[in-house]
């Protein structure tokens, strides 16, 4: 294989180049997870800091750090008890002021979540809504509602929660409060201006200690139209969602991020946002356009079988809606949500609704019960992991890697009951597996208590096939995922001196091949049989080896 040596990049401070996002390569990192500095079993501040080398050899262009504040973590930390501190379990405001420094030093940026749809139940305003009592204006930052029935002891509606059961609860003096998620997880009043301006005061918090651009969690359901009567459940699902739907994608949500679009581009550079926002395609240019968040995820490869077709259709379809908005387009196979994507292309099939869409978090069924696990078939989820992300890796956008990826690690389906955490298992009674199995923490090395995560055990049970994926071991291994990812890392901002791309027509349904400016190109053979590839061709990177041909679920990498 033509073999490439990554070069220590040599920009080690920031660029100040205001539009460093377009084509950023955004690695996220679930802080409770990541590395355990203390040895308390739980990641930390520290932790990320003892890996910044790590991910600077990596060679990414920014983290973005899933919550780190306060929370009772009813939901992995989207349960914000204060927004404008740190966890003591996981550090302190000095740490993350050292973090963000070291990581600036090494070229990467810092990306933090923002959780504006609900608060914790812990929040010191919902604690004081509802000490306060009805009519309160304490009450007035949340939805309280009085109840239906008689006497008020019926939900106002019967409408669910995300995470299962009824989207209201209770509080003592009988009045019921909105919650979209958890329990725990009241929804804010955003036609409040109080709620309004305290998000504005700790974007401008993080922005003044450094921070470079925010993940902006739910972005689509934060404005809403309650006024009486409320529609049922089923008269909710016959609205369309075209701006004016009571709960769902308001077009009144963007007055929000016009607001706080000024507050971004108060900064030098500007800072940046991307919206988790699960709306119609046609709608998501909305979000991304510059007047509003500036970028918008698109999670079309996350939901897709790994297939040609498919991959055709959502690249074409993304690039176009991103050049509707003017931003650039985004590209995830994996996050903190769902089942990992070695492990979803492993399983046997995807699962299909009638009308042949693939469900979201397709492969959670699998996973259900322990012995579906024995239908995996781990190198082959791998295998065709390792071509997905380079034929990702090598598409105009930005690139969000989720930690542990780069090691090719797979889902944990083996979590017992008593140890899972995420809400979704226990609202659904264990009907749904829920999200712990992603949520693993890494490991670092082959061996010790919790695979050099942390001194001691770790928040989630790791299993003993860890090991195969340590970083210590693949580090080493130049055929290992981690060794590819790094070398594609290295090499891609070479490939990236532009935004377009152009389709090779390759007269098989199975292979996909594009051209990137300056002549690169990207080949991927979804298929089992090889695809030839000309003599001559500059082959510098390889998901299977080989180099004089693109095997069966693999990926090249073609130099001008
Ligand atoms: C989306 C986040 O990614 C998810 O982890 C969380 O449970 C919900 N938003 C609610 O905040
Ligand atoms: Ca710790």
């Known amino acids: 294989m033509a073999q490439h040596l990554a070069e220590p990049n040599a920009t080690t401070i920031l660029s100040d180049d205001a539009s460093w996002w377009r084509q950023a390569v955004v690695y996220q990192i679930y802080p409770r997870s990541f590395a355990d500095g203390n040895g308390d079993g739980i990641g930390d501040l520290k932790g990320i800091l003892s890996r910044v080398d790590y991910l600077a050899d990596l060679g990414v262009d920014a983290v973005w750090l899933s919550p780190f504040y306060p929370s009772a973590l009813a939901d992995g930390g989207y349960d914000v008890a204060d927004y404008r501190d740190v966890d003591p379990r996981i550090g302190t405001l000095a740490e993350f002021d050292e973090l963000v420094e070291a990581l600036h030093a090494r070229g990467i940026r810092v990306v933090v979540d923002i959780v504006p749809n609900h608060t914790s139940n812990l929040h ?37 929660s995300v995470f299962g059961g ?27 201006p109080e709620v309004r301006a305290d998000f504005v005061k700790t974007l401008r918090f993080w922005a003044d200690r450094g ?4 993940r902006i969690d739910v972005a689509h359901m934060l404005t809403k139209d309650l006024t009486e009567p409320l529609p049922s459940r089923a008269e909710l699902e016959l609205i369309p969602r075209d701006g004016k739907h009571p709960l769902i994608d308001r077009d009144d949500v963007h007055e929000v991020y016009a607001e706080w679009r000024a507050v971004f581009n108060s900064y030098d550079p500007p800072r940046t946002a991307v919206a988790e926002a699960w709306v119609d395609s046609a709608r998501v240019p909305l979000y991304a356009r510059p007047e509003s968040l500036g970028q918008s995820f698109n999670f079309d490869l996350l939901l897709a079988d790994f297939d040609a077709a498919q991959f055709r259709d959502i690249v074409t379809s993304n690039l176009d809606l991103a050049a509707l908005s003017g931003s650039s ?29 693939t469900l979201e978090k397709a492969g959670n069924d699998w996973l259900l019960g322990g012995g579906a696990e024995s239908q995996l078939d781990r190198e082959r989820g791998e295998r065709r992991a390792s071509a997905a992300t380079l034929f990702l890796l090598g598409l105009p956008g930005s690139a969000y890697l989720y930690q542990g990826e780069e090691l090719g690690l797979h889902e944990v389906a083996d979590i017992a009951d008593e140890q899972r955490q995420d809400p979704t298992f226990f609202r659904s009674e264990g009907s749904e597996i829920g999200r712990d199995g992603c949520r693993v923490p890494l490991p670092w090395s082959a061996h010790g208590a919790s695979f050099g995560f ?21 580090e080493v291994d130049p055929a290992s995922t981690l060794s590819l990812y790094r070398r594609a890392l290295a090499l891609r901002h070479a490939l990236q001196s532009g935004e377009q791309l152009g389709w090779i027509e390759t007269g098989r349904d199975d292979v996909l091949r594009f051209t990137r400016p300056g002549g690169w190109q990207v080949v991927t053979n979804f298929g089992s049989e090889d695809y030839p590839i000309e003599d001559g061709a500059n082959v510098v990177l390889s998901s299977s080896g080989a180099t004089d041909v693109v095997r069966g679920e693999s990926t090249v990498w073609i130099a001008p």
């Open 124 to 160: 010191e305003w919902f604690r004081r809504a509802v000490a306060a009592g009805r009519g309160s204006a304490e009450r007035e930052r949340y939805i309280f509602r009085d109840g239906s029935g008689a006497n008020g002891e019926l939900p106002p509606t019967d409408w669910l």
């Open 166 to 192: 009824s989207a209201w609860e209770r509080v003592d003096d009988g009045q019921w409060y909105l919650h979209n998620f958890a329990v725990e997880q009241p929804d804010l009043n955003w036609s409040n």
């Open 211 to 214: 921070v470079d651009g925010f």
């Open 329 to 357: 387009s985004t590209w995830v196979l994996s996050n903190h949500d769902v089942v990992r994507h070695a492990t979803r292309y492993g399983l046997p099939k995807t699962r299909r609704d009638e009308s042949g869409k």
């Open 454 to 474: 942390g001194a001691d055990g770790a928040h989630l049970p790791q299993p003993g096939w860890f090991a195969e994926y340590a970083v210590e071991r693949e």
